[in-house]
T-cell receptor
Framework: AQSVTQPDIHITVSEGASLELRCNYSYGATPYLFWYVQSPGQGLQLLLKYFSGDTLVQGIKGFEAEFKRSQSSFNLRKPSVHWSDAAEYFCAVVSTGNQFYFGTGTSLTVIP | GAVVSQHPSRVICKSGTSVKIECRSLDFQATTMFWYRQFPKQSLMLMATSNEGSKATYEQGVEKDKFLINHASLTLSTLTVTSAHPEDSSFYIC?????????????FGPGTRLTVT
């Protein structure tokens, strides 16, 4: 069965510091993977996605993610965090039936 | 880009009444839409898959008679919460399945905050 694990419930980083949010998935075939960001009371905004090809994916707002099949991971990174990046981040894998399986999310706090 | 809207963005209703939430794909046709529910500080929980012209498929544990889904056109799906109770208060998000670069992708609406008093 498909599943997504985000091991870190909450992360706090200083503004300007680097960020890595972890995501591990369980899926039998080649996965379609996504990272979304959600600000309080808002819907989901797509940061980036991986379907195939280059395993390092560039997204919006300076985010990138690397697909590592051997580790079943799709970690999200940003070299320098801005205060506006504080939000909830969700990793998701989509099945062949087009259903999304979301991780439990990681809440990011940015301190000045 | 593909845009999905939801209406209303916020609704407050009294216990026992019904509330309808609309989900529209604005610039593309969506044969499949999804409805999610999100509790505070939690992830999205898939409630049902809505296919145009056919009955929705509900996830296990979701009451289909309470959460009525209608997907009457290729751009509109509605979720009606019938006889709402305070425990139905939640953030409801829809998404529409579209094509992006040859691959299917879900486009999410901004969500509807339902408060039942």
């Amino acid at each position: 069965a498909q599943s997504v694990t985000q091991p870190d419930i909450h992360i706090t980083v200083s503004e300007g510091a680097s960020l890595e949010l972890r995501c591990n998935y369980s899926y039998g075939a080649t996965p379609y993977l996504f990272w979304y960001v959600q600000s309080p009371g808002q819907g989901l905004q797509l940061l980036l996605k991986y379907f195939s090809g280059d395993t390092l994916v560039q997204g919006i707002k300076g985010f990138e993610a690397e697909f590592k099949r051997s580790q079943s991971s799709f970690n999200l990174r940003k070299p320098s965090v801005h205060w506006s990046d504080a939000a909830e981040y969700f990793c998701a894998v989509v099945s062949t039936g087009n259903q999304f399986y979301f991780g439990t999310g990681t809440s990011l706090t940015v301190i000045p | 880009g593909a845009v999905v809207s939801q209406h209303p963005s916020r609704v407050i209703c009294k216990s026992g009444t019904s509330v309808k939430i609309e989900c529209r794909s604005l610039d593309f046709q969506a044969t499949t839409m999804f409805w999610y529910r999100q509790f505070p500080k939690q992830s999205l929980m898939l409630m049902a898959t809505s296919n145009e012209g056919s009955k929705a498929t509900y996830e296990q544990g979701v009451e289909k008679d309470k959460f009525l889904i209608n997907h009457a056109s290729l751009t509109l799906s509605t979720l009606t919460v019938t006889s709402a109770h305070p425990e139905d208060s939640s953030f409801y998000i829809c998404s529409a399945l579209g094509l992006a670069g040859g691959a299917r992708e879900q486009y999410f609406g901004p969500g509807t905050r339902l408060t039942v008093t």
